[in-house]
C-alpha cells in the first residue's frame, strides 16, 4: 500500500471519528470530492443509517468559527477567507504607488476566489462576488487580470512571470477563452484598471512582509457597500456565494 492511500485512509478515519462525535451528519460537496479525484457521490439514505438519531446537517457548521449576524466583508478576511498576506500586500504596493482607491481595493479583493472558493477561473469567481458591492470598473478589473496576467505589457513594466514558468512549464499556453478575454480586455476602457491588478499582484509575495487588514478599514468602508443585513443575507445576485462560505457543509 502507497503512502497516499495510508494518508487517504488515515483522513478518512479521521472524519469518520469526528462525525460521529457531532451532533448532525455532514457531507462534502460534491465540487469537494471531485477535487480528490472521487467521483462518488454521498448516499444520504446510507449515512442516516451509519449514523442513527443524527440529523443531515442544516446550519452553521460546529468545526468553524461562528460568523457575526450580519457579517461583513472585514469577517470574511478573519473568519472564512484562507491566509490574505498576499492580497494585503498587494492592495500595499498599491497605495505606496500612489493608486486611486478603486485599484487598492481592487488589489485587496483580485485573489478572493482562490482564497474563499476556488483556484480555478478564479478571477471570474472573484468579480461576481463583490459586483453587486463595488463600482463596476473593479468588478470588471478583477474578472479581467486573470487572462491579463498571462500576457506582458512593456509600458508599464510587466513581464511575463517567472513563477509561471516554473508552475506551469515553459510551453504553457493558456486556453483559447484566457486569450479571448485578453483581446477584449486589451481593447478595454478600463484595461489600464485591470492591468494595475497584475503590477501589484506579482511583486506582493515577500513571505517576510506582514501587512495587517485595519490598514484598509477606511478604503473599504468608502469603496465596499457594505448590506445592512450582512454579506449573504440580502438579496444580491452574489449572496447565494457568501452564504455557501457561511455554511459550507450545509446539505441542501
Same mark, same amino acid.
Given at each position: 500500500?502507497?503512502?497516499?492511500?495510508?494518508?487517504?485512509?488515515?483522513?478518512?478515519?479521521?472524519?469518520?471519528?469526528?462525525?460521529?462525535?457531532?451532533?448532525?451528519?455532514?457531507?462534502?460537496?460534491?465540487?469537494?470530492?471531485?477535487?480528490?479525484?472521487?467521483?462518488?457521490?454521498?448516499?444520504?439514505?446510507?449515512?442516516?443509517?451509519?449514523?442513527?438519531?443524527?440529523?443531515?446537517?442544516?446550519?452553521?457548521?460546529?468545526?468553524?468559527?461562528?460568523?457575526?449576524?450580519?457579517?461583513?466583508?472585514?469577517?470574511?478576511?478573519?473568519?472564512?477567507?484562507?491566509?490574505?498576506?498576499?492580497?494585503?500586500?498587494?492592495?500595499?504596493?498599491?497605495?505606496?504607488?500612489?493608486?486611486?482607491?478603486?485599484?487598492?481595493?481592487?488589489?485587496?479583493?483580485?485573489?478572493?476566489?482562490?482564497?474563499?472558493?476556488?483556484?480555478?477561473?478564479?478571477?471570474?469567481?472573484?468579480?461576481?462576488?463583490?459586483?453587486?458591492?463595488?463600482?463596476?470598473?473593479?468588478?470588471?478589473? @478583477?474578472?479581467? =487580470?486573470?487572462?491579463?496576467? !498571462?500576457? &506582458? +505589457?512593456?509600458? $508599464?513594466?510587466?513581464?511575463?512571470?517567472?513563477?509561471? /514558468?516554473?508552475?506551469?512549464?515553459?510551453?504553457?499556453?493558456?486556453?483559447?477563452?484566457?486569450?479571448?478575454?485578453?483581446?477584449?480586455?486589451?481593447?478595454?476602457?478600463?484595461?489600464?484598471?485591470?492591468?494595475? @491588478?497584475?503590477? =501589484?499582484?506579482?511583486?506582493? !509575495?515577500? &513571505? +517576510?512582509?506582514? $501587512?495587517?487588514?485595519?490598514?484598509?478599514?477606511?478604503? /473599504?468602508?468608502?469603496?465596499?457597500?457594505?448590506?445592512?443585513?450582512?454579506?449573504?443575507?440580502?438579496?444580491?445576485?452574489?449572496?447565494?456565494?457568501?452564504?455557501?462560505?457561511?455554511?459550507?457543509?450545509?446539505?441542501?
Amino acid at each position: 500500500m502507497n503512502d497516499t492511500m495510508m494518508l487517504a485512509e488515515r483522513a478518512d478515519a479521521l472524519e469518520h471519528k469526528m462525525m460521529r462525535e457531532l451532533d448532525a451528519i455532514i457531507v462534502k460537496s460534491r465540487l469537494f470530492n471531485l477535487a480528490d479525484g472521487d467521483m462518488s457521490t454521498a448516499n444520504g439514505a446510507a449515512l442516516l443509517a451509519a449514523n442513527p438519531g443524527k440529523p443531515m446537517l442544516m446550519g452553521d457548521d460546529p468545526r468553524l468559527p461562528k460568523m457575526p449576524a450580519r457579517p461583513t466583508l472585514m469577517d470574511f478576511f478573519k473568519f472564512r477567507f484562507g491566509p490574505a498576506n498576499h492580497l494585503l500586500q498587494s492592495a500595499r504596493h498599491a497605495v505606496r504607488a500612489g493608486m486611486d482607491e478603486k485599484v487598492v481595493l481592487a488589489c485587496l479583493l483580485h485573489d478572493i476566489g482562490v482564497i474563499g472558493f476556488i483556484r480555478a477561473d478564479h478571477g471570474y469567481w472573484g468579480a461576481q462576488m463583490v459586483a453587486p458591492y463595488v463600482d463596476e470598473e473593479v468588478s470588471w478589473a @478583477i474578472r479581467a =487580470h486573470q487572462a491579463l496576467r !498571462f500576457y &506582458p +505589457d512593456e509600458s $508599464v513594466g510587466y513581464a511575463y512571470p517567472e513563477s509561471y /514558468i516554473k508552475n506551469f512549464g515553459a510551453d504553457y499556453r493558456p486556453d483559447p477563452y484566457i486569450e479571448e478575454e485578453y483581446r477584449r480586455a486589451r481593447d478595454h476602457k478600463w484595461y489600464m484598471t485591470a492591468r494595475m @491588478i497584475t503590477v =501589484h499582484d506579482i511583486y506582493s !509575495f515577500d &513571505p +517576510d512582509v506582514v $501587512v495587517e487588514l485595519d490598514e484598509f478599514t477606511d478604503v /473599504i468602508g468608502r469603496n465596499f457597500r457594505q448590506p445592512r443585513e450582512g454579506l449573504g443575507w440580502d438579496s444580491s445576485a452574489s449572496a447565494h456565494m457568501w452564504r455557501t462560505l457561511i455554511r459550507p457543509t450545509r446539505y441542501l
